[in-house]
């Protein structure tokens, strides 16, 4: 008697390979030697800190994708899943969420879950089921630090992963809630100035040898450190190179060239060679006399060079400062040459003010037109002898001197020139200031220079020599009126 064959179909036959391979989990993504050893540990609390460049938001997307499809190789538990990945702000935490969403398949989640502007979108709370593949029946959950200790702490984790470290008040509600499930808390970041003095709770567990369940990864920014391994060709991490547009494999000329472009005070924290930045160092040095030129107006004028004010705004004596730069670009980048600068001297109101740099600004045979760009820092109330200061009260000033009084008049701040009248406030978020001060750093080590300074700008000139990075020192005030122009008007980015 014939035996009877079962043919499948072969559409169902070819859906379940597709299958299979779908829940096959496993990962082909290269890593260099320390991230490997950061996703292999097998620590209950691992530290993986260096410097910038090194692929730590790689690392910590790749390990926060192998602890959801259950790849680690010292997994916490078999099956289901609760992953917390958090960062200091949306904006830092973006290219590991990029990273992650990237690498992932992603009929993991829901339909309408999509990466946007730095971020999963697609509903209401940053929390997402894992609803199929090798990881289903996980969970995700994404948040800030600024959610406060409750809301991050508040779920029981297997795994959490942070872009930064915790503030001590957020970790001393998580780590015992971590512990009691068993779980691993994985941490990746670049010392900075305003981070190093706030992780002492995190290095003392860290070096305590009695401590068998926490370490650190240090990772220096080396060629080795940079270079992915196995495969046929072993090359650095790809960088974009400005002569082609496209990209090309990192060299030791492009560490050297990075290494140069950090501010003393931070060069060994940027670079991954130290924890503690060198606070008692000048931050700006590479600033010297050899950066002085005086501004040539008919050069100026050839470049098509637009004309800036920076203002930041002090009720104190000597607080109120304002800087004027021209900027153009020479050779495709943006050069900037500081013309002058204005100090109160003593206390000032806000006319007193608009009267020394319109002095400022006549000096050079120009007006207020001729000004094209205008940042003022946000309003400062005063103190108990008053001294208020703000760009609105900045801009009727000068509408004063203009013969034109805003307070009879309603239509004042159309007769003033648009710059002026819509000035600009700069953007702030934690770290605004390091990342000002380091675009002005790389502008005074470029080859050839970026920024020169006129002879007459003394103030300035003695706070680029004696700033420290105090954030109470007088001398702040001028490099806060130089930086948000600078940074504004050039759109660097550190």
Not at 21 to 29: E, F, Q
Not at 55 to 61: D, N, P, Y
Not at 240 to 268: N, S
């Amino acid at each position: 008697m014939p035996i009877a064959l079962s043919i499948p179909d072969p559409q169902q036959h070819a859906a379940a390979i597709a299958r299979r391979a779908y829940l096959r989990s496993g990962s082909t993504i290269r890593l260099t030697n320390p991230q490997q050893a950061f996703i292999d540990s097998g620590l209950t609390l691992l530290v993986f800190w260096g410097a910038n460049g090194i692929g730590k938001s790689i690392a910590l997307a790749e390990y926060t994708r192998r602890a959801i499809e259950g790849t680690l190789a010292n997994p916490v538990t078999t099956g289901p899943v609760s992953v917390g990945l958090f960062g200091e702000t949306w904006q830092q935490l973006g290219s590991t969420i990029k990273y992650f969403w990237d690498s992932v398949d992603k009929r993991w989640f829901r339909e309408k879950v999509h990466f946007q502007d730095g971020q999963l979108a697609g509903q209401r709370m940053p929390i997402y089921d894992v609803i199929d593949g090798p990881g289903k029946g996980s969970v995700l959950r994404m948040g800030t630090f600024s959610a406060g200790a409750q809301r991050i702490a508040g779920p029981r984790y297997h795994y959490v992963i942070a872009d930064e470290p915790f503030p001590q008040t957020i970790f001393a509600e998580l780590w015992p809630r971590l512990l009691g499930r068993g779980g691993k808390l994985r941490i990746g970041f670049t010392p900075t100035l305003g981070t190093a003095h706030k992780l002492e709770y995190l290095w003392e567990l860290v070096d305590d040898p009695q401590a068998k369940f926490a370490d650190e990864i240090q990772v220096p920014l080396t060629l080795d450190a940079v270079t992915p391994r196995g495969g046929l060709c072993e090359v650095p991490f790809p960088i974009p190179d400005p002569e082609t547009g496209g990209m090309r494999p990192m060299t030791q000329a492009d560490i050297d060239v990075f290494e140069r472009g950090c501010p003393a005070q931070v060069r060994d924290c940027r670079m991954g060679r130290s924890r503690i930045p060198e606070t008692e160092a000048r931050f700006f040095d590479a600033y010297g006399t050899h950066l002085q030129e005086e501004p040539d107006l008919g050069k100026l004028a050839d470049l098509n060079a637009k004309v800036g004010i920076g203002i930041d705004h002090g009720s104190k004596p000597g607080a109120q400062r304002a800087v004027m730069i021209a900027v153009a670009i020479v050779q495709g980048k943006s050069c900037v040459w500081v013309m002058d600068e204005y100090k109160s001297d003593g206390r000032s109101e806000t006319d007193d003010d608009a009267k020394g740099i319109m002095a400022m600004i006549r000096r050079h045979g120009l007006e207020l037109g001729d000004v094209d760009h205008w940042v003022g820092d946000r309003a400062h109330h005063g103190d108990s002898r008053g001294g208020k200061k703000s760009n609105l009260r900045l801009m009727q000033a000068f509408s004063r001197i203009r013969g034109v009084n805003p307070q009879k008049t309603r239509t004042w701040r159309r007769k003033l020139p648009k710059p002026l009248s819509s000035m600009y406030v700069p953007r702030k978020y934690d770290g605004s200031i390091w990342d000002g001060c380091e675009i002005l750093h790389r502008l005074m080590v470029a080859d050839p220079y970026r920024i020169r300074f006129a002879s007459r700008c003394e103030h300035l000139h003695e706070d680029l020599i004696e700033w420290r990075g105090d954030m109470a020192d007088p001398h702040k005030d001028g490099i806060d009126a130089l930086r948000y122009v600078v940074v504004d008007m050039t759109r660097e980015k550190r």
